[in-house]
């Protein structure tokens, strides 16, 4: 076991550091608010929610900074509507904050906000930031645990074989939430490791491997002799209902992790995970270190 220096702080939401900006604000709105949750602004700047994950944070919602007449029970306590609660902000120290479900988070990792105030690993690519999901053999419709938040953008997903096999993917939201379950990718081949690129260039349709929600329109080409089918990528915007992420393998052994590549007006690095956490059952505490 490695020791990391980083021990949870007992009915604190500071680990180390300070802070170097704390305002105060209104609670409008009691849903979620936990200590160490992402908050963004309400409806006046006095007032704070819980962030949704796609909307530009404000801070850190603090504990044991507020006034005690106004500070809950304890870390695991929720605020009350109408209290005036911190917010920290200012970078550079470390604070608990709260692992997004079916995630897993390694020391170090880069986080992003998430939804309820969370947060979520993530790796940038070309087309946004990466959530980090991984994989094994599932023969039938499997979810991750992980729920994008809604009106997140979707740009691409990538798939990274760590064990191959001659295998396919799929990759989607939720069937029976009204999602579809080989949305993002459809049979995306497992049979060599690393990176797999997507078939965008075949002679039949059926074979392209971008799902329907990032394919909007197939264009047959015949200019060359045989016709071709190329796909146009366009982003996929998460609704209210089919919000689930699912995957799905054929039957061999296979395992990986593919990237759900999303943005948003509040994509952005808010932290570093500074211990290893596996979340992939239920939301968990996380000591990051601020970088907001």
Known sequence: ?????????????????TPTVITSHNIETATTMYAGRLVKAGTTDYDIVVNDGVSPVIGWLGWEQA??????????TIYAASEEAP????????????????FVAARGDVLIPWGSGTVAPAVQFP??????IPFIKK???????VVLPQYMRVNDVWVHVVTNASATIDIGLLSSASGDADGFVDGE?????GWVNHNLVDAFADNITLGVLLDEVQIKDA???????????TPYVVGATAKSVTYTTSDATVTGNFYVV?????????????????ASAAAADIVVRSLI
Do not use: C, H
């Not at 076991?1 to 550091?17: A, F, H, Q, T, W």
């Not at 917010?87 to 079916?102: E, M, P, W």
């Not at 023969?139 to 645990?145: A, I, K, L, P, V």
């Not at 081949?189 to 490791?193: F, G, I, K, M, Q």
């Open 1 to 17: 076991m490695v020791d990391y220096g980083i021990v949870k702080p007992s009915n604190k939401i500071l680990e180390r550091g």
């Open 67 to 76: 006034d005690m007449n106004n500070r809950p029970a304890t870390v695991d």
């Open 87 to 102: 917010v920290l902000r200012g970078g550079d120290f470390n604070i608990v904050a709260s692992l997004a479900v079916g």
């Open 127 to 132: 087309e946004g930031w990466g959530v980090k």
């Open 139 to 145: 023969t039938s419709e499997y979810t991750t645990g």
């Open 189 to 193: 081949d497992l049979t060599n490791a």
């Open 223 to 233: 200019t060359g002799g045989a016709p071709v089918f190329t796909p146009i990528k």
């Open 262 to 278: 999303v943005s948003s007006p509040g994509t952005f690095p808010v932290a570093i995970a500074e211990q290893p956490i596996d």
